[in-house]
Structures are given as structure tokens and as C-alpha cells.
């Protein structure tokens, strides 16, 4: 089985999160819980469906990723692109994504 993180957006702004160890909605892929085996994947599809229908955030998903060189990389390009950023500066505050974490 692959490994999979949930990610959504917060309902507040609109940002990609994922969920962490604790609970809580994070900003950064590389603190969210990874989910190895179905029993964990359904535990996360429970949380997302919870927080969800609490109003916390919108268009959860559960997402595919790999580990490598202790580094979690969403596997599809859309995910990728959630978890580094906008592919171009276009707001104060956001920078452009690392186009080596983009690249397939």
C-alpha cells in the first residue's frame, strides 16, 4: 500500500493544510501524519469527514506520497504543487514553489 496524508483547505483562507500527530490542520506537508496500513487511511477519512462537517475545511482528500531521504512527496503533480506553493510569485507572503519539488 502506498503511503497516504490528508490534506484539505482551511475553510479561514483558503490554505492547503494537512493533518498532524496532534490533530491539528498544519501548513507544512512535512508535519502531517502518514497513514501506512487501511486501518489508518480510514481513521484519517474519519477525521477529515469530522472536521469538514465541523466547518474547519473544505475539499479533503486523502493523498498518495512517498518518503525519500526522510522528505514526504506527494505523488501527483497537483499535490506537489499544493504543498510548495504557487508556481509563480503572485502575493506578498507567498513565494514561488521550489521547482525541484515540483519536477516529476
Do not use: C
Not at 28 to 47: F, G, K, P, T, Y
Amino acid at each position: 500500500m502506498t503511503d497516504k496524508v490528508l490534506t484539505a483547505n482551511r475553510l479561514s483562507d483558503g490554505i492547503a493544510v494537512w493533518l498532524d500527530a496532534n490533530g491539528h490542520w498544519v501548513e507544512d506537508l512535512q508535519d502531517a501524519i502518514v497513514a501506512r496500513h487501511a486501518e489508518a487511511v480510514a481513521s484519517l477519512e474519519a477525521i477529515g469527514k469530522r472536521d469538514f462537517a465541523e466547518n474547519r475545511v473544505v475539499d479533503v482528500a486523502v493523498i498518495d506520497v512517498q518518503e525519500q531521504d526522510g522528505k514526504l512527496w506527494p505523488l501527483r503533480l497537483r499535490e506537489r504543487i499544493r504543498a510548495q506553493g504557487p508556481t509563480m510569485e503572485y502575493a506578498a507572503g507567498y513565494r514561488a514553489a521550489d521547482p525541484a519539488f515540483i519536477a516529476v
